[in-house]
DNA sequence: AGTAATAATTTGAGCCTTCAACTGTGTTCT
DNA sequence: AGAACACAGTTGAAGGCTCAAATTATTACT
């Protein structure tokens, strides 16, 4: 490798700060879903993407690609919704390798009371400590970095879900 | 609670695309500092901590609060760093009730040999991606969300430490 | 001094994530 | 058909994080 390009003074305390309110930010949403919802933030995750899917389904492999999850942190995770009731998997008929991942009624209404303090959460730690000005910013931001860290993903971006939208 | 303000659509997008790139971002970054120097990137932290601070040496409590870990994680962290004879823990005379963390000669090679592969992957992923006028806004932004996410700090900005500074 | 409050840190249980290995199914190629 | 390959998903072990409880030492009160 070239010699190392360090990072000035700037860009440092870009960097720190950057990574702070980041660490920060996490923190404080996965501790309100856990608190009111009994979610972590990850898992919380996987059912507002599946309450989005047509039917409210998604194949396992799908789901990963949803939320940048590794197969396997997805079966965990799956796993451990179905114990809950929130989810149920079947077998797709017709192959049968794939799982499909179907969100319960539990999991849908376990959702749908989450959502407003979550959304709240969100809103207290990033919308309204940003101008307009910035939050546009910030968007651009994270589409530049999504342009490096997630390759081949052009099309399908608006990325994953979060469960912060209005209620149809 | 009042009635909820959902996401509006930009806000919606902002904020999933934010969430996906942060989340590509950390896994980025631990994959590399654990493949490179069996490291995660949390523990690097505190030798980076630790080698910035006077006589490499700090207290639990500092360390946690320069790092906003809970000491609980700081603890077993410690623990784990010093089984692998990267720092070592003594009481500080005068008061038996502190621990003192420092930073082990072995400890400091660490990280020495890590530095390099990291800043690349830091200017990787974020600063390579990003325009000029975009690490400014970033700045200004975490600046703000650090407003909101970690009050009371506000002399002890220029926040934690990251290791990705010029050596000295 | 004696007792209660406070501070600094550690410990252990439970849970989540990662990584590597493994199972079972479909596909392809000859 | 049969072998080799690729695909979908799961499993188990190891490690890291969170939370609550426990430990030990200092300070504050009376």
New interface residues.
């Given amino acids: 490798?070239a010699d190392?390009?360090?990072?000035d003074e700037?860009?440092?305390?870009?960097?720190?700060?950057?990574?702070?309110?980041?660490?920060?930010?996490?923190?404080?949403l996965d501790r309100q879903l856990r608190r009111d919802s009994g979610l972590p933030h990850a898992y919380y995750q996987v059912l507002v993407a599946l309450s989005e899917a047509p039917g409210r389904e998604l194949t396992m492999t799908g789901l990963a690609r949803l939320l940048?999850s590794s197969p396997s942190r997805l079966s965990h995770a799956a796993a451990r919704l179905e114990e809950g009731g929130l989810i149920r998997r079947f077998k797709r008929p017709g192959d049968r390798r794939t799982t499909i991942a179907g969100l319960t009624p539990r999991g849908m209404e376990t959702l749908r009371s989450a959502?407003?303090?979550h959304?709240?959460e969100?809103?207290?730690?990033?919308?309204?400590?940003?101008?307009d000005d910035?939050?546009?910013?910030?968007?651009?931001?994270?589409?530049?970095?999504?342009?490096?860290?997630?390759p081949g993903e052009e099309e399908s971006?608006?990325?994953?879900?979060?469960g912060?939208?209005?209620?149809d």
Same sequence: chains 1, 2.
């Fill in positions: 490798m190392t390009r360090w990072l700037g860009e440092q305390q870009t960097w720190r700060t950057f990574l702070t309110a980041v660490h920060l930010l996490e923190g404080a940048r959502e407003p303090g959304v709240h969100v809103r207290r730690v990033l919308f309204d400590a940003l101008t910035q939050v546009g910013q910030l968007r651009g931001i994270a589409e530049s970095m999504l342009g490096v860290l997630d971006r608006y990325a994953g879900p979060t912060t939208g209005s209620q």
